[in-house]
């Protein structure tokens, strides 16, 4: 385990890094900085867009097709990572997850144009598509697709069981037991995934907004109370992300090279851009260009990583509970600090519901993806069979013990990540024409 341990830490150090940030300053630099140089118009499609009826072919609207991504990607983590993050790298961390987030847009938005381009129908008539069809269609590698399919299909049990974990705890802190959150969390999860992509698009349509305003909402009127802290915030973390961050409390002190590992860590693990785990779920939009729904990828990202990760840091920060919590314990940062203002009761509450429904959402579209690549591999019917086996590793999660299973999880995510960006560096001259036409007719008069 310990070797497992090593590799894992080895692969996710600088070679995961030079291949997402390299992969992603190429993707930029080929669509020529396209959602930096129209971020405007990006968001005139996008936000500006979403009470619009869509033009073109699919099942279900962009933007179910943006919640269902956002569900996967707004987890647990924008809640515990971000502290995790701050804990081991100091506040500057918070500017290299910012600088990850904008290099990975073009990534996003790649994988997601990639996704709609190579999309296909399946047997129910549903409009399916991921990294496994570009990388087998238009790479020509279909040895490629399959492997991401097949390690994508293995890696989403055990992370099921990890995401059940984080409910399972918070639930026996008030005193529930383990099997009862299991079995009720398996059923929940399953009235929704047995209805595919038309029934977890509709959930976390409504799911999503909601649980986004209430945490955002609470963290922001601990910022507002904390007013006159925020520009030295602002400062603190510019200011380290170029120079070590001296000890101070419970925070141990951090040098530059592990804030900028860890910011950049925490970028990726956040945003998914790389994962190409978005481009399944958007492959089912309704949309009459991939240029267009890819931009849909670009606002996720905001939410995800600019918004709701940057609150966490803001809301850990202008607390002060950053240097009081031990990096053992960062975890519990984000509760401490809405503790602060609104008591333990009400403030742990909101962050344990918050925590609980991002989990929850997160279980839902993950069982869809590794569904689709079941289905890519072996047919429809095997995907039921995956299904059966995702909503028992639910309640495997509240009951056994998986910390070996765990520690192969970095491993797995690798053998994903590896063959989607070599694929998308590769047929980067494929998004950039996809990008040109699209911006040629939305400009032609």
């Known amino acids: 385990m310990n070797f497992v341990a090593a590799v894992s830490a080895w692969i996710w150090g600088a070679p995961m890094m030079i291949l997402l940030v ?23 499609e996008t936000f500006g867009k979403i009470l619009e009826k869509p033009a073109g072919e ?11 991504a956002l569900a996967s990607t707004i987890g647990g983590s924008n809640i515990v990572g971000v502290p995790v993050a701050i804990a081991f790298g100091g506040p500057g961390a918070v500017f290299w997850m910012w600088v990850t987030a904008l290099i990975g847009f073009a990534t996003k938005y790649s994988e997601i144009a990639l996704g709609l381009k190579y999309r296909q129908k399946n047997e129910e008539d549903t409009y399916v598509g991921g990294p496994m069809y570009y990388l087998n269609k238009g790479l020509g590698l279909p040895f490629l697709g399959a492997i991401y399919a097949f390690f994508l299909m293995i890696e989403l049990a055990p992370s099921i069981s990890t995401q059940t974990v984080n409910v399972v705890q918070t639930a026996a802190s008030v005193g529930v ?18 209805g595919g992509i038309t029934r977890i698009a509709q959930v976390t349509s409504r799911l999503v907004p909601f649980m986004a305003i209430l945490y955002i909402g609470t963290a922001f009127v601990i910022i507002l109370l904390n007013a006159g802290k925020v520009p030295g915030v602002f400062l603190m973390i510019f200011q380290h992300a170029f120079t070590p961050t001296a000890a101070m409390g419970g925070f141990a002190g951090a040098g530059i090279a592990a804030t900028l590992r860890w910011g950049v860590a925490r970028g990726c693990y956040s945003n998914e851009a790389g994962m190409g785990t978005a481009a399944i779920a958007h492959a089912a939009a309704v949309t009459d260009h991939p240029a267009r729904q890819a931009m849909w990828g670009i606002f996720s990202m905001m939410m995800d990583t600019i918004i709701i990760c940057t609150t966490t840091a803001l809301v850990i920060l202008v607390t002060g509970v950053w240097t009081m919590v031990p990096a053992g314990e960062a975890g519990s940062m984000p509760s401490l600090a809405f503790q602060q203002l609104l008591g333990e009761g009400i403030g742990g ?21 590794g569904e689709k690549q079941a289905e890519y591999l072996f047919g429809n019917g095997f995907s039921k069979v995956m299904r059966g086996v995702y909503l028992f590793a639910i309640l495997a999660g509240a009951m056994i013990e ?14 994903i990540v590896v063959p989607n960006v070599i694929g998308m560096v590769l047929m980067a001259g494929q998004v950039k024409e ?9 400009t032609s008069p």
């Not at 037991?177 to 047995?194: A, D, E, F, R």
């Open 177 to 194: 037991p383990s099997i009862v959150t299991g079995l009720v969390l398996m059923t929940l999860v399953g009235l929704v995934v047995v």
């Open 22 to 44: 390299g992969g992603g300053i190429w993707l930029n630099i080929r669509i020529d900085f396209f959602p930096i140089r129209y971020f405007p118009l990006i968001m005139k």
């Open 434 to 442: 996809m990008k040109d036409d699209f911006l040629a007719k939305s």
């Open 349 to 369: 509450g909101i962050v344990t519901i918050c925590l609980m429904l991002f989990v929850i959402s997160t279980i839902i579209v993950v069982i869809y993806y």
């Open 402 to 415: 998986l910390e070996f299973l765990y520690q192969f999880l970095d491993i797995f995510l690798a053998t």
């Open 58 to 68: 699919g099942t279900i609207t962009p933007f179910q097709a943006a919640c269902s």
